[in-house]
């Protein structure tokens, strides 16, 4: 369930809506365990563990550890001939560029300077880029667009993203927090976001979209109090977005932590989603759990739910957009958090165990793992 990224502001392209089934598939979380290795399930003192559910709707703001090459455009340099040197060079949409000339890229307003630079000294760059989490060197010429007298790599670039999702859990002991319950990718390119830096803040649910069959709905929300940070971003993973915070944040229907419940301890049956179908309130609604996958190692779909409460059918027609990482609880604890909808049946959907959120949130068994601004160059 990919969080819905509007904050609303034209050509945001970055995608943490909620997924829909089919489109994300199981996959490692890509913080790698050290306290607990793959194949073994967090037992022990673990077994303790409490952390305050969420359910506040947050707004989402990151910036990414690099520039992200979104597309290739053709630049005029002359009445005959059109080209594009991104392309030409082999750049791809997804690779994410690092560096041009030795100059690291932590926005993208340095790229434009670069470029000039380069085209008017008739030299090309040398940019380094990521791609499949190796590095690699390109070399490319910028070309002069005759149209606009400016000199482009005739790439689609951006830097940065704002969206909204769901806080799925705090945990004031370790002062961290987990939310969305998916990772963060870009929509056009399919690739996971790899955060340079980012903030969460308060959100304000200003209407809902219905779900029905073909079309899962969505959340329309804003920010709010956007000067009062909740807490960093320091880390994107397949189980959602994680960081620091220092306090509970308003609107918990919890002051103090409650149990989790471990992968191996979740039932099939009744259970609660907590989440904002209205404001900032954050309320509870009856769902069933059907189906329980047995998982050793991290997978992002643990378990089918069902909601069953007509108040939020009524609203909502089910699962929608927006409702990604809402804490589902079951007699008492924490068992996960919803993560995907079912597009021919909205009342369905994918959740998560919360244990390996718990894991790529650094509060067990691990350390912490560390179109908007779209421009054509």
């Known amino acids: 369930m990919k969080p819905n990224l509007r904050k609303l502001m034209p050509g945001l392209l970055f995608a943490f809506f909620l997924s829909l089934s089919g489109i994300t598939g199981p996959s490692q979380s890509y913080a790698s365990p050290q306290d607990n290795p793959p194949g073994q399930a967090v037992q022990g003192e673990n077994r303790d563990l409490k952390v305050i559910p969420g359910g506040q709707t947050i707004g989402v703001k990151v910036k990414s550890a690099g520039v992200l090459v979104v597309g290739h455009h053709l630049i005029e340099v002359s009445q005959q001939s059109k080209l594009s040197p991104g392309e030409k060079s082999g750049l ?12 690291k890229l932590d926005e993208v307003s340095k790229v434009a300077r670069l470029v000039e630079r380069a085209g008017k000294a008739r030299e090309p760059l040398t940019i380094v880029f990521k791609r499949g989490g190796k590095e690699h060197t390109a070399k490319l010429t910028p070309a002069y667009d005759r149209n606009d007298k400016v000199w482009r790599l005739g790439l689609y670039i951006r830097d940065s993203a704002a969206g909204v999702g769901t806080l799925t859990f705090y945990a004031p002991e370790q002062g961290v927090y987990g939310a969305l319950g998916h990772v963060i990718t870009d929509m056009n390119t399919g690739t996971p976001i790899v955060v340079g830096s980012g903030h969460i803040v308060q959100s304000s649910v200003t209407s809902i979209s219905k779900s029905q069959d073909g079309d899962p709905g969505e ?24 960081g620091k ?15 989790v419940a471990m992968s191996d301890e979740v039932k099939e049956g009744p259970a609660q989603i907590l989440t904002v179908v209205d404001g ?5 609604f009856d769902v069933d759990i059907i189906h329980v996958a047995h998982q050793d190692t991290p997978a ?22 927006g409702m990604s990482g809402s804490p589902i609880v079951q007699n008492g604890r924490l068992i996960g958090a919803v993560t995907h909808v079912f597009v021919n049946d909205p009342k369905s959907g994918y959740g998560c165990f919360i244990e390996w959120m718990l894991r790529d949130s650094g509060v067990v068994g691990q ?11």
């Open 219 to 242: 959340k329309r929300a804003s920010f709010y109090k956007e000067s009062q940070v909740l807490g960093n971003v320091e880390s994107n993973t397949d189980f959602g977005i994680f």
């Open 300 to 321: 992002t779909k643990g378990m089918v739910l069902r909601i069953t409460d007509p108040r939020l059918i009524d609203k909502t027609g089910g699962i929608v957009q």
């Open 367 to 377: 350390e912490h793992i560390l179109p908007y601004n779209l421009k054509a160059v």
């Open 245 to 259: 915070m220092t306090r509970n944040p308003e609107h918990s229907l919890y002051q103090k932590p409650i149990p």
């Open 92 to 103: 791809l949409p997804g690779d994410l560029m690092i560096s041009i000339d030795g100059v």
């Open 280 to 284: 900032q309130r954050v309320e509870r």
